[in-house]
């Protein structure tokens, strides 16, 4: 089964001085990233540049993302074109 995870702290400008931001770590979406290659399933992980990551892994592909708009597109276009 192919499956897609999201993890990771996003950033997201207001103007030219300001941003929201989320400082998420990724440790949950390392946790199950890592639980779905043990149980055999190819696995997509969208994630930021901040987050831990799981080792490489044959099954594994990392799209690493910082603005928010930017990892909501990519999700978009995966789930579009790869049968999740």
Known sequence: M??????GGTSESIDRVRSITNHSTGRLGLIITE????????????TTSQAVKPAS????????IRIL????????????????
Do not use: D, M, Q
Request: hydrophobic share 50%; with cysteine; aromatic share 8%.
């Open 2 to 7: 192919k499956i897609l995870v999201t993890s």
């Open 35 to 46: 639980a779905l290659i043990k149980a055999g399933h190819e696995v997509c992980l969208i």
């Open 57 to 64: 892994h044959p099954n594994l592909k990392i799209i690493e």
């Open 69 to 84: 708009w930017i990892y909501l597109r990519r999700c978009e276009i995966l789930l579009k074109i790869i049968k999740f």
